[in-house]
């Protein structure tokens, strides 16, 4: 699913509101769609939570097939928004899509249910696809998303921000400044108290590494072009004998990035399956040293709150991160060290920096993160923040 709105909704029932989520039945962001089924929606209950399903047409890729998703999804809310306001009578309507046509329907049913109408940001559609894709802003499909975010930002009464630097664009588009907030990523901790055992080809595997004597230094995510995974092989290639390298997930780019390790003999390097989310504390309990990179993209000018960023702050390790954004919060925290994008031999120093520190040095910059995540970025903290905001502006 997708967890964010899962885990603000989940809490907000513990404190007695009650949430329904409304989505699209297929995703290519899920691990696993929901239940097939032959009705033009389908409801359910998830820990307290009332979704609904509506079907919708399954696709590859972004091309025309996702299109037809997209307004598959936002025509049959659109239609039923009457019956939603009547029957669920939300004071609360959420716009909660990557893309922002689905503000749309929400804000009709809002209108209809006398709510308040908020836009929540994931990422700056239509400048992503127009400077991660080069697609002209000209483009029918750009200047469709054009309409609708401009839309979104003179219609809402809050516009939540996951990024922290989004305020002066958001303006420039025609959003009044005291309707912006943020609202980060974060961490659920009821994961992390009901962790799981690896499974036991990957316990083993990482047995095998560690007992090669050598510090351990850790990705563990979506292998793809924006992870900048070939610079850390890169790095791997320069800290031979020096270091282990371990990379965990799939991903488009690990086939490719498995024949690299092949025909470079890239013998400190071991690449592994993703494990379940539940287990990824015990995965982390097990390195040294997490990383976590990224391309120079202007789009970073935004700001960055990668969910891995927050598992490894949680726990409390030392975190190599190659990046240039509006924010870091690894500087920030003072958890770890930060290098320019895209340069392998920064890497491989940091690495070593760190590996030179002394245990209790280690475990105090580890430490600063996880005190920070707990702190600041539980998803319980953050579920109150975002009704907070929503009250003020009521």
Request: aromatic fraction near 10%; charge should be positive.
């Given at each position: 699913?997708?967890?964010?709105?899962?885990y603000?909704?989940?809490?907000?029932v513990?404190?007695?509101?009650?949430?329904?989520?409304?989505?699209?039945?297929?995703s290519?962001?899920?691990?696993?769609?929901?239940?097939?089924?032959?009705?033009?929606?389908?409801?359910?209950?998830i820990?307290?939570?009332?979704?609904?399903?509506?079907?919708?047409?399954s696709?590859?890729?972004n091309?025309?097939g996702?299109?037809?998703?997209?307004?598959?999804?936002?025509?049959?809310?659109?239609?039923?928004?009457?019956?939603?306001a009547?029957?669920f009578?939300?004071?609360?309507?959420?716009a909660?899509?990557?893309?922002?046509m689905?503000?749309?329907?929400?804000?009709?049913?809002?209108?209809?249910?006398?709510?308040?109408?908020?836009?929540?940001?994931?990422?700056?559609?239509p400048?992503?696809?127009?400077?991660?894709?080069g697609?002209?802003?000209?483009?029918?499909?750009?200047?469709?998303?054009?309409?609708a975010?401009d839309?979104?930002?003179?219609q809402?009464?809050?516009?939540?921000?996951?990024?922290?630097?989004?305020?002066e664009?958001?303006?420039?588009?025609?959003?009044?400044?005291?309707?912006?907030?943020?609202?980060?990523?974060?961490?659920?901790f009821q994961e992390?108290?009901?962790?799981?055992?690896?499974?036991q080809?990957?316990?083993?595997?990482?047995?095998?590494?560690?007992?090669?004597?050598?510090?351990?230094?850790?990705?563990?995510?979506?292998?793809?072009l924006?992870?900048?995974?070939?610079?850390?092989?890169d790095?791997?290639?320069l800290?031979?004998?020096?270091?282990?390298?371990?990379?965990?997930?799939t991903?488009?780019?690990?086939?490719?990035l498995?024949?690299?390790?092949?025909?470079?003999?890239?013998?400190?390097?071991?690449?592994?399956?993703?494990?379940?989310?539940?287990?990824?504390?015990?995965?982390?309990?097990?390195?040294?040293?997490?990383?976590?990179?990224?391309h120079?993209?202007?789009?970073?000018?935004?700001?960055?709150?990668?969910?891995?960023?927050?598992?490894y702050?949680?726990?409390g390790?030392?975190?190599?991160?190659?990046v240039?954004?509006g924010?870091?919060?690894?500087?920030?925290?003072?958890?770890?060290?930060?290098v320019?994008?895209?340069?392998?031999?920064?890497?491989?120093?940091?690495?070593?920096?760190?590996?030179?520190?002394?245990?209790?040095?280690?475990?105090?910059?580890?430490?600063?993160?996880?005190?920070?995540i707990?702190?600041?970025?539980?998803?319980?903290?953050?579920?109150?923040?975002?009704?907070?905001?929503?009250?003020?502006h009521a």
């Open positions: 699913m997708e967890f964010r709105p899962y603000l909704a989940r809490e907000w513990k404190v007695g509101h009650s949430v329904r989520i409304v989505a699209g039945s297929y290519h962001i899920r691990a696993k769609q929901p239940a097939d089924f032959a009705a033009p929606k389908l409801q359910q209950q820990d307290g939570i009332d979704y609904v399903w509506y079907r919708t047409p696709y590859q890729g091309g025309l996702r299109v037809r998703s997209i307004v598959s999804f936002i025509a049959q809310l659109w239609r039923d928004a009457r019956s939603i009547a029957s009578q939300p004071d609360v309507v959420i909660s899509s990557t893309y922002p689905d503000i749309w329907p929400a804000h009709r049913i809002a209108t209809l249910a006398g709510a308040k109408l908020v836009y929540e940001v994931h990422d700056l559609w400048l992503s696809p127009i400077e991660l894709g697609m002209s802003p000209w483009h029918p499909f750009i200047m469709w998303v054009q309409w975010e839309y979104a930002y003179r809402s009464d809050l516009v939540v921000s996951m990024l922290p630097k989004t305020l664009y958001m303006v420039s588009r025609g959003l009044e400044s005291k309707k912006w907030t943020y609202v980060p990523n974060g961490v659920d992390w108290s009901a962790r799981a055992a690896l499974p080809d990957i316990e083993a595997a990482l047995k095998a590494v560690k007992a090669r004597g050598l510090p351990l230094l850790c990705y563990a995510g979506t292998h793809g924006a992870n900048a995974l070939d610079v850390l092989l790095a791997a290639a800290l031979k004998g020096q270091f282990e390298v371990v990379l965990v997930g991903g488009p780019e690990r086939d490719r498995l024949q690299r390790v092949h025909d470079e003999q890239l013998a400190n390097v071991t690449m592994l399956p993703s494990v379940p989310k539940a287990s990824v504390p015990e995965l982390l309990d097990a390195i040294d040293i997490a990383y976590i990179g990224w120079p993209n202007p789009l970073y000018r935004f700001g960055i709150s990668p969910n891995k960023l927050m598992d702050m949680m726990a390790k030392p975190i190599l991160h190659s240039a954004a924010n870091d919060p690894v500087k920030e925290v003072g958890c770890g060290i930060t320019p994008p895209n340069q392998p031999a920064a890497v491989a120093s940091a690495a070593l920096s760190l590996a030179a520190m002394s245990s209790q040095e280690k475990q105090a910059i580890g430490q600063r993160g996880e005190a920070f707990r702190s600041q970025r539980s998803y319980e903290i953050l579920a109150a923040q975002f009704l907070k905001n929503i009250a003020l």
